[in-house]
């Protein structure tokens, strides 16, 4: 019997063993969310690494080739990729982050990297019939509106909205998206590229006409990196500068949409009439992370 | 939202992703539990034996591993072993399907092992004095005399806990891992259409368990019949 047992345990090791395949060329993990086109969704048609596109894999490419380095993506739930960087499980979490003061507790946050009117811009959606019959915060008073869990956009309901509005956490902007088409909820915050997206796809959903303000530091994305990593840090600003003074990102981020399936430049809404390659000279990245690093 | 859009819609995402939940999905996540129920299995009578065992250090240690994973959400246990087991055995890389399967695979023993140790218990202690006063020993009663009747009802109970594994190994695409509920989390951040996909996915989700717990009847009736 102990034999038996010894063998079962044996193969089980061994069966353990078959993931561990030593590498030589250093690896570049990085954790994302894939549920947030354009910044970072997946491509269906594609499988393995290649499924994983949008700006911010187009970002973690690039770090990785300036680094010399592998790149290997890993896709978990938005909570999750916080909690890979906090625990060294991943190097690197590029899921379209924002600057909160919590994150920068809790990790080292890069300079600030440009991510078009994503970020710019933060609008609430409703459903059709009520296309932009928002226009102040107060409008939604005696409203539920929906944002994901632990977002930019929660901080930013739970700051601007009245405190009647009741404020409604889910995991994914799916669900809230969900909630809002099956009347649960009346509306739903998000980032704007993320609402063109979403409208898109969806005839019954709108625009609010109510845009949030945003504060400097939050216009930008940043990388979450785990703290006391320095050198990581470092290179990472290194790499984002390079991508700033190549005029990357605009680029970048053009190709995401177009690969979102969102009608770029002529479709955007309302007061977006400038062009999108010199909206980026309009925020430059370093400009930015200086007002951030003031504050 | 009306009826009729959801069904052409549905008709829509099925003619467009039918390879990504049908293929992909499926194929993962039946290799997924399947994987956890015949690793679960082992470890799970591991843990039965450990647990019905005449050393007391032993027993106390399984009844803590069960305990706590039976009394604990299965979603911690998945970042536990995502996050955790890596760190734990840094001279080997541990790909992010191992890791997830090891922490499906405890979490299937320790419930394999309380069907396991009942399937034994129900055996009528009368069938073990015949045995040991007919002359056979501990290792031969339970080998020769408990065991076969105890197998009448554990097996389908095994299968069962595969039933429950298909849908549990769902909790796995927290970390896309690929199985069917990643198929849907892809489809739907790619088309927004949420609902349309989560009843895809569930049907056959459900087409999935009803065929296996309608094999395992069947197999179950075979059993009864050699009564």
């Given at each position: 019997m102990k034999k038996i047992i010894a063998m079962i345990l044996v193969a089980m090791l061994t069966m353990a063993c078959f993931g561990a395949v030593a590498e030589e060329k250093k690896v570049l993990t990085v954790a994302l969310?894939?549920?947030?086109?354009?910044m970072e969704f997946i491509d269906t048609s594609k499988s393995g690494q290649d499924q994983y596109v949008g700006f911010d894999v187009t970002l973690a490419k690039f770090i990785a080739d300036e680094l010399g380095m592998d790149l290997e993506i890993k896709a978990m739930s938005f909570d999750a990729c916080q909690t890979a960087v906090q625990t060294g499980s991943v190097d690197l979490a590029i899921s379209g982050f924002s600057w909160t003061e919590a994150r920068a507790e809790n990790f080292y946050l890069s300079d600030y990297y440009y991510a078009g009117d994503n970020e710019t811009e933060q609008v609430i959606i409703t459903t059709a019939d009520k296309a932009g019959a928002f226009s102040t915060a107060d409008d939604f008073s005696g409203l539920t509106v929906g944002c994901q869990d632990a977002s930019l956009q929660a901080d930013l309901c739970n700051s601007q909205l009245p405190t009647d509005c009741t404020i409604k956490p889910f995991k994914a902007i799916d669900d809230a998206i969900l909630s809002l088409m099956s009347g649960k909820i009346d509306a739903v915050a998000v980032a704007k590229g993320n609402a063109d997206a979403i409208i898109a796809n969806n005839d019954s959903i709108a625009l609010s006409g109510f845009e949030f303000e945003v504060s400097a530091e939050a216009q930008n994305n940043v990388v979450l990196i785990q703290k006391g990593n320095d050198e990581l840090l470092a290179n990472v600003n290194a790499c984002l500068a390079k991508a700033y003074d190549q005029g990357l990102y605009a680029v970048w981020y053009e190709d995401a949409k177009a690969l979102a399936g969102i009608e770029t430049a002529a479709e955007v809404t309302i007061e977006d009439e400038a062009t999108e390659a010199p909206a980026e000279e309009e925020t430059p990245a370093e400009e930015s992370s200086d007002e951030g690093a003031e504050d | 939202m009306s009826f009729e859009t959801i069904c052409s819609n549905i008709v829509k995402i099925m003619g467009e992703y039918w390879y990504i939940f049908l293929v992909k999905g499926v194929g993962i996540t039946l290799l997924l539990s399947a994987i956890t129920v015949a690793f679960g299995a082992i470890l799970g009578s591991l843990f039965a034996l450990a647990k019905m065992s005449r050393i007391p250090p032993l027993r106390w240690l399984v009844n803590i591993i069960v305990e706590v994973v039976r009394g604990t959400p299965i979603l911690l246990q998945l970042y536990i072993g995502y996050f955790i087991v890596p760190q734990l055995l840094p001279f080997m890389e541990v790909s992010d399907f191992t890791s997830i399967a090891v922490a499906l695979v405890i979490n299937s023993a320790a419930y394999v092992s309380e069907i396991i140790r009942s399937g034994i218990q129900a055996v009528d202690r009368g069938q073990t004095e015949a045995a040991r006063s007919l002359g056979l020993n501990g290792g031969q009663t339970m080998l020769r005399v408990v065991l076969p009747q105890a197998v009448k009802n554990i097996l389908p109970a095994l299968g069962n806990e595969f039933v429950t594994m298909i849908k549990e190994t769902s909790l796995a695409s927290t970390f896309y891992i690929g199985d069917l509920m990643t198929s849907y989390l892809a489809v739907k951040g790619r088309t927004y259409l949420a609902l349309e996909c989560q009843l895809i996915v569930g049907a056959i989700y459900f087409v999935l368990t009803f065929t296996l717990s309608k094999l395992i009847g069947l197999y179950e009736r075979r059993l009864k019949s050699h009564d």
């Open positions: 969310s894939p549920d947030f086109a354009p | -």
